[in-house]
């Protein structure tokens, strides 16, 4: 069968890589991709939001299934325009994708439908916003309603600094239209947990946990990025906390999406944080995480082609989700000065070494290819992954891997998997 992916990050080239391994894969497309996805896949020139061109491409090819990988698709409605055109497509419908493209959809639904989650309030008037931050607890949470590329979230410790926060996203409007309604929230303190999971619309499946490292520096200081580093499973999502969590969180989220009207089917990706008093949600999204894909797809046994068209068909009940019985870890290689300015451009070497060693992956976020040559082109570069028999095996072993890869002004944290230190 023929598959289109659309999308260009490191999540992406996680997800071209484990259809490359389906059985039933012969031919695979991206939108627009990137260097090391075109390793794969044939790369073809048409953006993520250009619908119309994707569609017109896919019944071109003749295109079997097209997967939506990124959030600003599926929240405008990609799925939707395939399904439109008579076309199968995994990923959300925009009614459903609105989980993630709204906070404070999100926060109401847990509400209404009893899903344990921090205290909150929504505003869309600053005014109001600061009255309220004028009798709140610190530190507190603000946050964007919309889609914000994973940063427009602020922590903020005291009064002063979350009058600037409501500037910085109400009136400045640093994260655009996004910032038009916020979310505060009360702050909570525990262990955070990355849980993607497949639905069909009925039934939900977790695959194995995760956690994502998202400051830009060591010891967790500076600025929120897309994500600098992960690893995978959390030895704080215990078994009791899973089961918790099937009950309590993904099931009630699946019916609850169901029951008004909203079916969801895709990945769900649910953010949680264990806390003194008990597992709550900290935020919903509408498909797979990045840099969690990196860490999470290497260890599944299963066809993923397989569970992706039972999500579609309705039948995810009749599959048996399996990981392997190990653990992997990823670090993220960005460019100096990510996420505000950095340079790009520069020659990548090394990337050849990864082919000779099983249970490594260099996964491209932000390259791209020019005269034969795989150039920096973005913020997040390359996704190093290394699979281990436990967590500090992979961690060594992704540190090692790092060292293959050189340009210029390469950049990483140094402490991605510290908690398993502490487990």
Not at 271 to 280: A, P
Request: hydrophobic residues 40%; proline residues 3%.
């Amino acid at each position: 069968m023929k598959v289109l992916v659309i999308g260009s990050g490191g999540r992406e080239h996680a997800i071209v890589t484990s259809v490359a391994k389906s059985k039933r894969v012969d031919k695979i497309y991206a939108a627009p991709g990137n260097a090391g996805i075109a390793e794969l896949a044939e790369c073809v020139d048409i953006g993520v939001m250009e619908f119309d061109k994707l569609v017109a491409f896919a019944k071109e090819k003749s295109v079997d299934l097209t997967i939506v990988a990124p959030d600003d698709p599926l929240v405008a409605g990609a799925v939707d325009a395939f399904e439109a055109a008579g076309l199968r497509a995994f990923g959300p419908r925009a009614n459903a994708a609105i989980i993630e493209g709204s906070k404070a959809f999100s926060k109401e639904l847990m509400k209404k439908y009893d899903i344990p989650t921090a205290a909150y309030e929504t505003f869309d008037d600053a005014d109001k916003a600061i009255a309220y931050l004028e009798t709140a607890k610190f530190p507190i949470v603000l946050k964007a309603d919309g889609l914000a590329l994973g940063k427009g979230v602020l922590i903020c410790k005291d009064l002063e600094e979350a009058k600037a926060g409501v500037k910085e996203i109400m009136l400045d409007k640093h994260f655009g239209d996004a910032g038009n309604k916020m979310v505060i929230e009360e702050f909570m303190t525990g262990r955070e947990v990355s849980v993607l999971a497949f639905s069909d619309g009925t039934t939900i499946k977790p695959m194995t946990s995760a956690q994502d490292h998202k400051r830009a520096g060591d010891g967790d200081t500076g600025l929120n990025t897309g994500g600098m580093g992960t690893f995978s499973p959390s030895p704080f999502y215990t078994d009791e906390i899973a089961a918790f969590c099937q009950k309590e969180v993904y099931d009630k989220a699946i019916n609850a999406m169901k029951a008004e009207g909203r079916p969801f089917v895709g990945v769900l990706f649910t953010g949680l944080m264990i806390t003194e008093e008990g597992t709550k949600v900290l935020e919903f999204n509408a498909r797979f995480g990045d840099p969690e894909a990196q860490v999470v797809l290497p260890r599944m046994k299963n066809d993923i082609i397989d569970v992706m068209e039972a999500c579609i068909d309705g039948k995810l009940a009749d599959i048996d989700l399996q990981f392997e019985d190990n653990a992997a870890v990823c670090v993220v290689l960005a460019s100096d000065g990510y996420p505000v300015k950095y340079d790009k451009g520069f020659e990548i070497t090394g990337l050849e070494t990864f082919k000779e060693h099983e249970g490594y992956y260099c996964f491209h976020a932000g390259t791209k290819l020019s005269d034969g040559k795989v150039l920096t082109n973005g913020g997040r570069v390359l996704g190093v992954t290394a699979k281990g028999e436990d967590l500090k095996t992979a961690r060594a072993n992704a540190y090692k891997a790092t060292e293959w890869v050189s340009f210029d002004n390469k950049y990483m944290r140094h402490d991605i998997g510290r908690a398993i230190d502490e487990a």
